[in-house]
């Protein structure tokens, strides 16, 4: 309706936006053409607001010690013109943006649902088939989706430039959004709601694929050929880069290089042998014992791991050697 409404704007050349990112959604087109009128008349205004002050400045200055300034009350016209007239445009803007937000929110019947969790600092997704991933949303091409999304622990929010879309995810509720991916290929995905020191370390991709791709890979064992180091890399990748170096460099958690059968001092005081127990321990429930110096910040992976996945983990951690020439 907008679009054959507002046609003026659907005229123009929607490619000319190298300065915003890459659209690769129905929807982006429309959000950038909003954003480009915005900036448009935004820039007709500030024009129009220096020259006219340049302007009054030379035109109206004292010119002698005797000038006085006129004594001036109203003017009714020019009020009103300029009250009406904005009004018109933010009027306008109002419409437009409404119209595209209700574009967002809305999912045809037959769009593909897929579950969103967030939870401090990465994202996983679960499928109708039940298969899941950690750090990737697998998404077909020209297909409506439909994102129902919750939090496990604070506020996040799901953020992917490409597709112009944004949306709170909150514990305890689904919020949801929608969108319909034009490009195949692989977009950012940022949280954009601050959750803590490891929020800008919060991100994942969306991979879009063609559907008879999508649905080949949705059939495959995410592990197979893989060995278990192999399956912990991979879970790693999608699960603990927010906190976690390979290397011994401390980031929001321990860097886990040279951690295996070393000693660690928590926060009690107490000390522990960091054996495959340990390791098991501190995956599935961080809080029991706290490293010394850290924080109890992590999200307990109780429930959230499959049993090879937790034990391809603790054989990558083994795998990670210690850079300390003493050991
Ligand atoms: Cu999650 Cu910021």
């Known amino acids: 309706m907008f679009r054959r409404c507002f046609w003026f704007f659907y005229s123009l050349p929607a490619g000319a936006s190298k300065w915003l990112p890459l659209q690769a959604s129905d929807l982006a087109d429309d959000m950038d053409r909003l954003i480009h009128f915005l900036v448009f008349i935004s820039a007709v205004a500030a024009v129009g607001v220096i020259a006219g002050?340049?302007?009054?400045a030379i035109r109206f200055r004292r010119k002698s010690e005797k000038d006085q300034t006129p004594h001036i009350t109203h003017h009714y016209l020019l009020e009103f013109l300029w009250s009406f007239i904005p009004l018109l445009i933010f009027l306008f803007v109002f419409g437009w943006g409404w119209w595209l937000y209700d574009?967002?929110?809305?999912s045809p019947p037959g769009a593909l649902e897929i579950h969103v969790y967030g939870q401090m600092w990465n994202w996983d997704f679960v499928y109708k088939t039940g298969r899941r991933t950690a750090g990737t949303l697998y998404v077909p091409v020209n297909r409506p989706v439909k994102l129902v999304m919750?939090?496990?622990?604070?506020?996040?929010?799901?953020y992917v430039p490409a597709f112009r879309i944004k949306q709170d995810v909150l514990p305890g509720v689904y919020t949801s959004l929608s969108f319909k991916a034009s490009k195949t290929g692989r977009f950012q995905v940022f949280c954009t709601e601050f959750c803590g020191t490891g929020h800008a370390g919060m991100l994942a991709?969306?991979?879009?694929?063609s559907l008879t791709d999508w649905e080949n890979w949705l059939k495959t064992?995410?592990?197979?050929?893989?060995?278990?180091?192999e399956i912990g890399q991979k879970v790693f990748g999608g699960r603990c880069t927010a906190?976690?170096?390979?290397?011994?460099?401390?980031?929001?958690?321990?860097?886990?290089?040279?951690?295996?059968?070393?000693?660690?001092?928590?926060e009690d005081g107490s000390r522990a042998l960091a054996d495959e127990n340990y390791l098991r321990e501190s995956i599935l429930n961080p809080g029991v014992k706290v490293l010394k110096g850290y924080g109890n910040l992590m999200t307990p992976f109780a429930g959230l791991l499959q049993e090879e996945e937790l034990t391809g983990l603790i054989e990558y951690i083994k795998t990670l050697?210690?850079?300390d020439p003493k050991e």
């Not at 002050?53 to 009054?56: A, D, I, P, R, S």
């Open 53 to 56: 002050f340049v302007y009054f």
């Open 103 to 106: 574009e967002m929110r809305r």
């Open 150 to 158: 919750t939090s496990r622990d604070v506020i996040h929010s799901f």
């Open 205 to 209: 991709k969306v991979q879009v694929m």
């Open 221 to 229: 064992d995410p592990y197979e050929g893989l060995n278990l180091v």
């Open 243 to 266: 906190c976690h170096q390979i290397t011994e460099q401390r980031g929001i958690g321990p860097g886990l290089a040279g951690v295996f059968n070393s000693e660690r001092e928590f």
């Open 321 to 323: 050697p210690s850079s």
